[in-house]
């Protein structure tokens, strides 16, 4: 079940006086409160209960240890697996603005009945100041055309979700500000690629199950050494650095993004993907031979097309393979992380015989 407008309250989280979110792992059989850190920072000083608590006021028991980033203020607390079919989290760093955002949590430190706060999205800053930055070189917050003022009192932990139509995606959790800064309508956000960089070093999520396509996925030999700058550089000389650097962001977080499906989800999903790009990069080569210097426009309607086709395939086999709804914007990114790992190209040296 994708998470939507609708169902967004079965993951939200009172932690101590503050807020946070489940993040289920169906592969791993886990599930974590994702919250800010200060939320948790003097109970484990003190060594005191965390008081976890679902909206309809049912506890949640933690069973392992804590892991948190006091820098980045964020934490990771594993409890009970969640048997019941709650929302699971997709997650996005893809922001421009008017995109239009939503968070909820209980203001008032946790005292207060759940709240949800939305805008629009005015400016996704990438300066370093003390404010808008969770660390140096990385993004931060996010400025808020509407007032939060006071109410934001309580919602640090929260998750800040980008909404499209109906269904929401994970870019990030509120982190602490100076009361002083409230009135500013900055919102200070830990960034999700940052979050899911710690899952993934921590080993928090693991891809442990096989299926039959893992055989054939395995006996694919890493012909094409090269890695997504590579390939875009031989490709499109002049590309600029800064689309570069957009695909990269775009492929890491789809590596970590993969971890919320089971491997055999993902490994059939990446074998299919696979083949159609191959048949569709044969294709290309035949039609561009006379143009060895590609243009971006032609990269870019290359990986469109590679898309279309991954989509197709992924809609017609899903009945056979039983496996969950992959959207565009995830589909884009194995494609990207496909590139970056060897399997697939924009030249002749990504064909696989």
Excluded at 136 to 165: C, H, R
Excluded at 168 to 186: M, T, V
Excluded at 198 to 220: D, G, S, V
């Amino acid at each position: 079940m994708n998470l939507e407008i609708n169902n967004l309250n079965e993951i939200i989280v009172k932690v101590n006086e503050g807020s946070g979110i489940v993040l289920k792992f169906e592969a791993d059989k886990k599930c974590y409160i994702l919250t800010a850190y200060h939320n948790i920072e003097t109970s484990i000083e003190n060594e005191e209960n965390l008081e976890l608590f679902s909206d309809n006021n049912e506890r949640y028991n933690i069973i392992g240890e804590y892991f948190y980033d006091k820098k980045n203020d964020f934490a990771l607390l594993e409890v009970d697996y969640i048997n019941k079919n709650i929302p699971i989290v997709q997650y996005n760093n893809h922001i421009l603005p008017d995109d239009k955002i939503i968070f909820m949590g209980y203001p008032d430190k946790g005292e207060g009945t759940r709240k949800d706060l939305s805008g629009k999205v005015n400016e996704w800053n990438r300066t370093k100041t003390a404010i808008k930055v969770v660390e140096e070189n990385m993004q931060g917050a996010f400025v808020v055309k509407e007032k939060t003022n006071e109410v934001i009192v309580g919602f640090s932990g929260s998750g800040i979700f980008k909404k499209d139509g109906q269904k929401l995606s994970l870019i990030g959790i509120l982190k602490s500000l100076p009361e002083e800064d409230f009135d500013y309508k900055e919102i200070s956000c830990v960034p999700i690629e940052k979050i899911l960089e710690f899952i993934q070093y921590k080993n928090l999520a693991k891809q442990t199950f096989e299926n039959p396509i893992m055989a054939e996925w395995n006996k694919i030999n890493h012909e094409d050494k090269r890695n997504l700058k590579d390939k875009l550089e031989d490709a499109c000389p002049k590309i600029k650095g800064y689309r570069i650097n957009q695909y990269i962001r775009q492929a890491t977080l789809g590596k970590a993004e993969q971890l919320i499906y089971s491997e055999r989800e993902i490994s059939t999903i990446k074998y299919m993907i696979f083949d159609e790009c191959q048949d569709e990069l044969m294709s290309f080569i035949e039609n561009n031979e006379e143009d060895n210097n590609l243009t971006f426009n032609k990269i870019n309607n290359l990986l469109e097309n590679y898309i279309k086709r991954a989509k197709k395939i992924i809609d017609d086999k899903r009945d056979e393979y039983k496996y969950g709804n992959f959207s565009d914007d995830i589909i884009k990114k194995i494609i990207l992380d496909l590139i970056d790992t060897c399997y697939i190209s924009f030249d002749e040296e990504g064909i696989y015989e």
